[in-house]
């Protein structure tokens, strides 16, 4: 408490949530890195798990941020970041919603950087009026996060989802027992790797379009887990198949324990979200 950091101080180390919504059950942890263990430092990934939008358009949404390991105040701007974004995407929802439909990737990426460019602008706002009552100034760059958001309709016979992303981490789909990027039609993937980062640096949210099918699991996380499944660690990335590819979605203790699983060489903070949903 004494470091004059109180969000530092009552950060947990770690947290854990879930959800059964119609035929989507989501599990979803958020784990402080050993490297910070070892330092004494917050764990500086947050996460969002949530549904927007009236009943006709409502939509699960979820989030993971990653704050840059070098910004002072990186903890702040993700956990803020992360549930500030929902509350200014709730508010084009049916908009998001009728593009989804539509399946209108521009016009998505025009709602999604509308609602995280009016977060940003919130936040800089308040964290500019509070610097002005400590010793340091306000700086964008001590604030620096990334963000992901997966949007998934709640109406079953809607089968696209949207992922909206700025910077490291993005979204993966465990298909008959693999990992993959994403859907096998969008030849970029689904995985940012651009050094970009909110509140500052960033040029626009990107928006990508993805297809599901019952049964496929839908993972998205911050790079302490989506690094070493895109460098392709065979034991780490067959340890997670097979333990969530299975008839029955796990416990909350188990999917916690899961998540935890070893990946040699990484340390940082690790977020995880994912959703299964139900055949009919």
Not at 49 to 59: C, K, L, N, Q, Y
Not at 64 to 89: E, T
Request: net charge negative; with cysteine.
């Amino acid at each position: 408490m004494r470091d004059a950091d109180e969000s530092a101080a009552f950060s947990p180390a770690v947290l854990l949530d879930g959800a059964l919504i119609g035929r989507l059950t989501v599990r979803a942890a958020s784990v402080r890195g050993d490297s910070h263990n070892w330092e004494g430092s917050c764990r500086q990934d947050a996460m969002t798990v949530t549904r927007i939008g009236p009943p006709d358009a409502e939509m699960l949404l979820l989030a993971v941020a990653d704050g840059v390991g070098s910004a002072v105040y990186s903890h702040v701007g993700s956990y803020q970041f992360s549930r500030l974004a929902a509350v200014f995407l709730d508010r084009e929802a049916e908009n998001i919603h009728a593009a989804v439909c539509a399946r209108d990737e521009n016009e998505l990426r025009v709602l999604a950087t509308k609602a995280v460019a009016g977060a940003a602008a919130e936040l800089r706002s308040g964290w500019a009026r509070t610097a002005q009552h400590k010793p340091r100034p306000y700086a964008d760059q001590d604030y620096a996060t990334t963000l992901h958001v997966l949007l998934i309709p709640t109406d079953p016979r809607i089968r696209d989802r949207v992922l909206c992303s700025v910077g490291d981490g993005g979204l993966f789909v465990l298909r008959e027992g693999r990992w993959e990027h994403g859907d096998p039609d969008d030849g970029e993937g689904l995985l940012d790797t651009r050094t970009e980062a909110l509140p500052h640096a960033y040029r626009s949210v990107k928006a990508t379009l993805l297809r599901t099918v019952p049964g496929e699991v839908l993972l998205l996380g911050t790079d302490g887990i989506t690094n070493p499944l895109t460098q392709k660690d065979p034991e780490f990335a067959r340890s997670l198949a097979e333990a969530w590819d299975g008839p029955e979605v796990p416990s909350l203790s188990d999917f916690l324990w899961q998540a935890q699983t070893r990946a040699k060489s990484y340390d940082d903070d690790r977020t995880v979200i994912c959703v299964w949903e139900e055949q009919a």
